[in-house]
């Protein structure tokens, strides 16, 4: 057994949720996994966090040796946080691609 994999769990099925709540929002992560041969890692991301996809398979291969692993993040930003899209109806280029969308 290799040092890196010296601790790790060897199968496991089960189910684990934690959610971190700070001034800009909170994220979610859930972690569901079933007894497998191999290790086998899907992971569910929101696409702007898609970049972290190796990072968070190398973390829970660190942790996991076997077993079917789903991951599940959400982030949901604080009211604060959110981004509002508002067209100004008086800016020629808006006004003609309403007028375009609208025909």
Known sequence: ???TLK???QSMTG????????????IAVELRS???RYLEIEQHLPSGLTALQGRLSELIR????RGR???FVSV?????NQRA???DETNPCCSATTQRLSS
Request: charged letters at 15%; hydrophobic letters at 35%; glycine letters at 8%.
């Open 69 to 71: 692993i789903e991951t």
């Open 85 to 87: 899209v508002t067209f």
């Open 15 to 26: 189910y684990g949720r934690a959610v971190k709540r700070t001034a800009i929002g909170s």
């Open 76 to 80: 949901q930003l604080s009211s604060e």
């Open 34 to 36: 079933t007894n497998h």
């Open 1 to 3: 057994m290799s040092s």
């Open 62 to 65: 660190s942790h996991i040796r």
């Open 7 to 9: 601790g790790a769990i």
